[in-house]
């Protein structure tokens, strides 16, 4: 079997393939884990209701172990439970600045035609 290094890889369709399968994969086992365990305690003599309960807290105390793993969600989204932070200011200096102390000064350019040392001569390349 061939270990995966989840940090290289930066395709979100597979990552989220993965986590897919992986979640399947947790859900079979832990229906295997619950027919085991009710194999056992029949064998044992316990009744149905005390397996049922013990299942109960097994699957709480998976549940709090993968959030605790996992935390609250992979992706980002706004949750009830943390407040959203206002949005931020824009941010001050690249850009075009207006300056109206400079003064503005009109230059007039006057074209000549081309001497006769022109590459072109007197007409310029279409």
Known sequence: MTKLDYDRIRDPELLRT???VQDAELR???DIMRRRECFWALKMG???EEIEQQLIELEEEIADRLHHVYGSGSERRPRKDKPVPPPKAPKKGHGP???PE???EEKIHVWTKPT???PFGDQLPA
């Open 18 to 20: 993965i986590a897919k």
């Open 28 to 30: 079979h086992h832990f």
């Open 46 to 48: 316990k009744s149905t």
């Open 97 to 99: 600045r207006p300056q």
């Open 102 to 104: 400079l003064l503005v």
């Open 116 to 118: 006769k040392s022109a």
